[in-house]
């Protein structure tokens, strides 16, 4: 089924991501990469990645090139290049580990052949600031929107991406694509990844098998941090509506970019402020508000105030339907999908 008017979409999936939860510990991008991504021609992508804000990310400077014009016509962006933007994967000294030939007078230390200078996650735990007073960062874990306004579907001359009528999941159509890399140019979250060896455009598929058995993609249902909420946006029982829609503490990446994303982040409260003489100062936000609005829009601060105020309730001992909701005691109310395999088929 091919479509490029949104409206045409029955039902919007979505997921949410409290980025208060997130350890970065990849356990997201190790479950999507095994189970989705192991071709000799991707083995520089990752459908799922975990970056560090403030950091450049992965494809280095992503949202940089390519979304939509203030008129809504998309932009021509650029494609990142493997070695200075992704990063190819490293080989390491393996074998001189093993047979301890080769190192000197001691056992060799285990280490990456030649001398990379970028790859993914380069910059992690980096951030920015002065330790002790205003040092911070907090992990972005980023995936395929499956945008209500897909800038990778409306660059596509063949079309060959396609935004499911059912569940408005993105897809390409492999073998419609020619491997033009229109998508991979326009898409400003860079999460459209070209297979030089087959020639064709590949990206998250939502775990779309996954789905239609009522089953959460693989790195919302490993996440250890049980922080990635999976539902349907008009679904008032689920608890992505009421991320999104009652409480609207979820906010989509890059608003401004007008492409209507449908991953949306809960934002980070982020640890206290020390002064110069290493005392706490409660009411300053060690991440700068600043940042937050760059990446989630002004709606941020409102968000971030409902977060203080039902964290403040909740440990005053008052009740909290938001905070029992973002603490997912039981991790099957994280998921809200109805088995849709025999319907579809
Ligand atoms: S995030 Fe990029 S690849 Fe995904 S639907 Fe939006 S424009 Fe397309
Ligand atoms: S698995 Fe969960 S906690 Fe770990 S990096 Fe991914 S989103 Fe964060």
């Known amino acids: 089924m091919t479509t490029t008017d949104a409206t045409a979409v029955e039902r919007q999936i979505a997921m949410v991501l409290d980025l208060n939860k997130c350890l970065g510990c990849q356990t997201c991008t190790v479950a999507c990469k095994k189970l989705w991504n192991r071709d000799s021609g991707t083995g520089y992508a990752y459908w799922n990645n ?17 979304g939509r014009t203030a008129d809504g016509a998309v932009k021509r962006g650029e494609i990142p290049a493997l070695d200075t933007d992704y990063g190819r994967a490293w080989t390491f000294n393996h074998e001189e580990v093993r047979t301890g030939v080769g190192g000197g007078a001691g056992k060799p230390w285990l ?26 960062y907090f992990y972005l874990p980023r995936l395929c929107n499956h945008c209500t306004h897909p800038a990778c579907l ?38 459209v990844f070209f297979d030089p060896q087959r020639n064709v455009s590949t990206k998250c598929i939502f775990c779309l098998p996954r789905i239609e058995e009522g089953v959460a993609p693989a790195c919302a ?17 689920g608890p992505i509506w009421k991320l999104v829609e ?12 007008g492409l209507g994303p449908n991953v949306f ?17 409660e009411d300053a936000p060690r991440i700068p508000n600043e940042l937050l609005e760059r990446l989630f829009g002004p709606r941020v601060h409102e968000a971030l105030r409902t977060v203080r105020e039902e964290r403040a309730r909740r440990r005053r001992g008052e009740p909290s339907e938001l905070m ?22």
Do not use: M
Not at 112 to 135: I, T
Not at 246 to 257: G, R
């Open 246 to 257: 009652k409480w609207k503490v979820a906010l989509p990446l890059h608003p401004e970019l």
């Open 324 to 345: 029992d909701l973002l603490i997912a005691y039981d991790w099957n109310q994280s998921f809200r999908l109805p088995v849709r395999a025999r319907e579809v088929l």
């Open 154 to 191: 409306d660059a596509c001359p063949r079309r060959a991406i396609y935004k499911r009528r059912e569940d408005g999941i993105v897809l390409v159509d492999q073998d419609r694509c020619y491997g033009y890399r229109f998508c991979v140019e326009a898409c400003p979250y860079k999460k």
């Open 50 to 66: 975990v970056e560090t804000q403030p950091g450049q990310g992965y494809p280095r400077r992503w949202q940089e090139t390519g």
């Open 111 to 136: 280490r990456p052949d030649g001398q990379p200078q970028w790859g993914p996650n380069w910059d992690e735990d980096r951030g920015a600031g002065e330790h002790p007073e205003s040092n911070h």
């Open 265 to 281: 982040y809960v934002p980070p409260v982020g640890p206290v402020a020390f002064d110069g003489a290493g005392r706490l100062v």
């Open 221 to 237: 249902r490993q996440c250890p941090g049980r922080l990635r909420f999976v539902g349907y946006l008009d679904d008032p029982a």
